[in-house]
Structure formats: structure tokens, C-alpha cells
């Protein structure tokens, strides 16, 4: 019966630490394990054995985080808006100086900011006033690949 309590605690103290946690981040890290806490809490209180208790743990927490997850990070994100850094990337960009890797020379002028550029295929040389467009960025330069109508 010691035991017991002792487990009715601990998931307690388990339930406040990840509600504090998820308090603190604000960011959807731990509430699933939460709701998973609560439910052992429940169980631990209705003196169901410790296996079935951590079995509901670990099941109900994945269970959420399964279900719940893309639904969150949907609602939540949406009114996200990009920086400045992730909306280049797909952007269609004018070479301003030749880019060639083996050189390493590239520029172009992007939203009014000087950029360095490398193409994404190191064979690969884009002469000045051609598109192209951005797929990623590494540091401080642009990774690209000659625009091609689609």
C-alpha cells in the first residue's frame, strides 16, 4: 500500500514537472507525455497495478502525440510568418556577377541585399543577368540551379 502512494506522487510530480516544462516552452514538447501522466495518475489512484500504469503511460502519450500532433503544429503555425531567410528560398533570382564554384565567384541582389552565390551543381556556371532559382542557403550564400520554365 506504501508503494502505492508512493507511485500516486510520483505521477503527480510527473504530471506538474512536464505541465511546467510545456508552461515554460510554449511550444507543444511535452503535453502529450502530460496527458499520458494524468491517465497513470487516474489508474495509480484507482490502485491498478504499476505495469498497467506505465503501459497506459506510454500508450496514451503516443496515442496523442500521434493523433493530435499534425493537427497542432497545423493551427498552431499558420499564422507563422516567414523571415526574411525563408522566403528566398523558391525565389526566382537575376545573376548579377558569374557563378562558378570552382571560382568562387556569384553574386546577385536579393530584396535589396547583396548575396553570394553558389550553383548547386558544381559543373554548373550561370552567367550574369540569367535566373535562377534559390534551393537553399548555406551561411551566407545561395544555393541555386538555372530557372527553367515549368
Known amino acids: 500500500m506504501i508503494q502505492d502512494a508512493y507511485m500516486t506522487v510520483i505521477w503527480l510530480v510527473l504530471l506538474i514537472l512536464l505541465l511546467l516544462v510545456e508552461i515554460i516552452t510554449v511550444g507543444l514538447t511535452s503535453i502529450w507525455a502530460a496527458g499520458g501522466a494524468l491517465i497513470a495518475l487516474l489508474l495509480s489512484v484507482l490502485n491498478v497495478p504499476l505495469i498497467w500504469q506505465i503501459v497506459a503511460f506510454f500508450v496514451v502519450t503516443f496515442v496523442l502525440l500521434w493523433f493530435t500532433r499534425p493537427f497542432a503544429v497545423k493551427f498552431i503555425n499558420s499564422q507563422r510568418e516567414k ?18 564554384n570552382l571560382h ?39 544555393i541555386v540551379k538555372k530557372y527553367e520554365e515549368e
Open 104 to 142: 568562387q565567384t556569384g553574386m546577385a541582389v536579393v530584396n535589396g541585399q547583396e548575396w553570394t552565390v553558389r550553383a548547386e551543381d558544381d559543373d554548373e556556371i550561370l552567367e550574369p543577368e540569367t535566373l535562377a532559382k534559390v534551393v537553399n542557403i548555406s551561411g551566407v550564400k545561395l
Open 83 to 100: 523571415t526574411n531567410y525563408e522566403g528566398i528560398i523558391g525565389k526566382t533570382i537575376r545573376i548579377a556577377e558569374k557563378v562558378d
